[in-house]
């Protein structure tokens, strides 16, 4: 069950983006800094491994009582017994996660428009992630990024919360928020910075 | 809930096997040829791609009654609602895919030795898929050539059924069943000749 202020500042991992630090360390970093949900993202590893490594990510969780999603692998999700999934538009449909998931999983949807945005909600997503709301080198697609407006659009198309996500930083963290925002997700913001606790703390006080 | 008959000509999907026909297509001549079981294999795919093209899949799978398998992706099977999942020794441990697939749900485990055949099943598997029992080009990583002795340890080592997989044709499918094999799991077979349901009916034959 999601509790909307848990989407305030909303991790998302990118092993390929924490300068060689293992991932364990750095959501345990983020949290100690402020970070209030984690979301495990890994492309082409094997199952087992990328398992192994959300069970070990859903410890740290856990002991702090942050809500951990996993990225794409519902199955992963659910083997685990992680807080939710979190959807793109290439993943399952978001009716199918919330028939098997169930009532009281967490679902999260990618959505860059308005109109994905509201079958995201009607399919039963708890949350939308819009985005990209800047440019970012985190992603190697960002041919649509949607802006202040679009994220603006996204929020006032929908009743369920939604969050930034793309280029957020402590620079435009704030008009995020005031643009409609439930909060931030963010990789490289904190991921990527020297110290990763700090960065998270920084984040944290420019939310309000 | 796993009919041990339905073990017996066991196709596995590989799309780059399939001389470029469709992949329903091939699964319709193949059962049209005597194949009483199929799992879908794909990988490096986006989910969703996965997803559509199982449920297609099941389509034709639904109408000749025969049970549809899907390859690592518990979340996918569940989604589509396909008879059950086929777990490698790098996919999710069975034991959870059990406790998230429930009673009735078919798992099966790939085994390369006794000891994993026996885990297989003290973690709820239904059954084994043992190999690869001979050279084979289908798949990469063939490193460990069990041979017929190997399917009859890993055969005589467990009460669940297994069957074998692995460079299996007309030429050495009667071996196979001989050695303690439920079946035989065959990807080029049957995938790469010109003439699919022929073949499906030649190795039908050929298993007695």
Same mark, same amino acid.
């Given at each position: ?61 856990? !002991? $702090? ?9 519902? *199955?992963? %999700?659910?083997? @685990? =017994? /992680?807080?939710? &999934? ?24 990618? !959505? $860059? ?9 009607? *399919?039963? %997503?708890?949350? @939308? =992630? /819009?985005?990209? &709301? ?38 435009? %963290?704030?008009?995020?928020? /005031? ?30």
């Amino acid at each position: 069950m999601l509790n909307i202020e848990d989407l305030k500042l909303y991790l998302c991992t990118d092993r390929g983006l924490s300068l060689g630090r293992p991932l364990v360390e750095t959501v345990e970093d983020a949290i100690a800094g402020g970070v209030t949900m984690v979301q495990i993202r890994e492309k082409d590893i094997p199952s087992r491994e990328f398992y192994d490594l959300a069970l070990q990510a859903l410890r740290v969780t856990r !002991a $702090h009582h942050i809500p951990l999603i996993i990225n794409d692998r519902l *199955d992963i %999700a659910l083997a @685990i =017994g /992680a807080e939710g &999934v979190h959807l793109g538009q290439s993943d399952l449909p978001c009716i199918e996660a919330r028939r098997v998931g169930g009532e009281d999983f967490i679902i999260g949807v990618s !959505a $860059h428009t308005p109109a994905e945005a509201v079958r995201a909600e009607r *399919d039963g %997503a708890d949350y @939308i =992630g /819009a985005g990209a &709301v800047f440019p970012t080198g985190s992603k190697a697609d960002v041919s649509a990024i949607i802006g202040l407006d679009g994220l603006k659009a996204a929020a006032a198309s929908v009743k369920i919360p939604v969050i930034g996500i793309g280029g957020i930083g402590p620079k435009n %963290a704030a008009e995020v928020i /005031a643009s409609g925002a439930a909060g931030i997700a963010v990789i490289s913001a904190i991921l990527s910075q020297p110290d990763i606790r700090e960065a998270a703390m920084i984040l944290r006080r420019c939310l309000g």
